[in-house]
């Protein structure tokens, strides 16, 4: 097994803001990280514990949203053109509009990469579903068109070196199990499952969820909202709980109280 250095390399960031992204809490995550050999995000999301944690022999990044997975291997192939596509672009409420109403189904993989990270920047609150144009009287805008390689060419190098998957979690783990691999599961939040596209993942799947990880070879750690659904579906595992504050959205600042799990000791 490979010795696993969990130093917190806090000047790096994800490409993205996210709901539920998980930039406050990574302090708290990576020095409970166990030793492992492959390490894998299940629900990758902003992957902001990939991108501050120091890298592993082998590393995986998993998500079901294709548009995030399609701006995740772009960012790690063909980043020059994913930044010429910006050359002529604008800022503004009127292009945001015309993003959305765009097909996506006719672009290319750069063009689609480049929609949704447009989108999902300049939108209200980071938000993947009903999105608005977010601006505000207090904060500059989160998109900055003149250091867009300077801001991404940290993450292509991140990147460089992992495996980028688009499968349900339940394939991913099986796929990927094994007695030196560690999980970061980061699901959507109990009574938020919607959040990410309607029926993408359900309370059904919490316990389908914990079902499959029953039978888990490797260490895995979960991190949850802390609520009594939670700790019930998971009773007898590590459980640890931590204050943070949110990120984004209205709720900005606001103290919350997150739930880690695991199947190993937390200390």
């Known amino acids: 097994m490979a010795n696993q250095n969990r130093s917190l390399t806090t000047q790096r960031k994800s490409p993205l803001a996210w709901v ?6 990574t302090s708290t995550i990576i020095p409970l990280i166990p030793k492992h050999t492959c390490y894998v995000e299940v629900f990758a999301g902003a992957a902001w514990v990939l991108f501050r944690k120091d890298a592993s022999k082998v590393e995986v990044i998993n998500d079901i949203n294709g548009d995030l997975i399609t701006l995740y291997r772009v960012i790690q192939n063909h980043l020059e053109e994913f930044v010429r596509y910006f050359k002529w672009s604008l800022v503004s409420r009127e292009e945001f509009a015309r993003l959305q109403r765009i097909d996506e189904s006719t672009l290319t993989d750069i063009q689609r990469a480049a929609r949704f990270y447009y989108l999902v920047k300049n939108a209200f609150g980071a938000k993947i579903v009903s999105q608005s144009y977010g601006v505000s009287n207090s904060t500059k805008p989160r998109l900055n068109l003149l250091r867009l ?19 349900p979690y339940h394939e991913l783990i099986k796929r990927y199990d094994g007695k030196d691999v560690f999980f970061y599961i980061d699901p959507p939040y109990w009574n938020c499952e919607n959040d990410y596209g309607k029926n993408l993942f359900t309370k059904a799947d919490f316990e389908h969820l914990r079902d499959l990880l029953k039978d888990c070879q490797g260490k895995w750690l979960i991190s949850i909202n802390n609520v009594p659904q939670i700790k019930e579906l998971f009773k007898g595992y590590e459980f640890k709980e931590v204050k943070t504050n949110y990120s984004i959205s209205m709720n900005k600042g606001k103290q919350v109280t997150e739930l880690l799990i695991a199947n190993y000791k937390l200390e």
Do not use: F, P, T, Y
């Open 20 to 25: 539920g992204g998980k930039s406050k809490l």
């Open 149 to 167: 390689e300077e801001d991404l060419s940290e993450a292509h190098l991140r990147l460089s070196q992992v495996n980028i998957e688009n499968l």
